[in-house]
């Protein structure tokens, strides 16, 4: 039986106002996840600064908690063998 191991993943508000939701979670049930939890909340510039805590050096920092504080996201907790790893190649590089 094969282990599966569960990543976050995050739509950002930029795809939710462009109304992209359908799209990306078809793309991640194509690419054998299961969504093990889902939902929609809106940051606020405090819990986006929390959780981006990591970058706070970065020059990019103060724009990048303006942006996931600036409308809804929605979080979810995918499960895959190999997620986080996967995860990233079906995302491909990352851009702040």
Known sequence: MLSRSKTLAII????????????ILTKIEHSGYTIAGIKTLQLTIEEAAEFYDVHKERPFFQELI???SSGPVIAMILLKENAVADFRVLIGATDP
């Open 12 to 23: 950002k508000p930029g795809a939710v106002k462009n109304r992209h939701i359908g799209d």
């Open 66 to 68: 303006e942006f996931m």
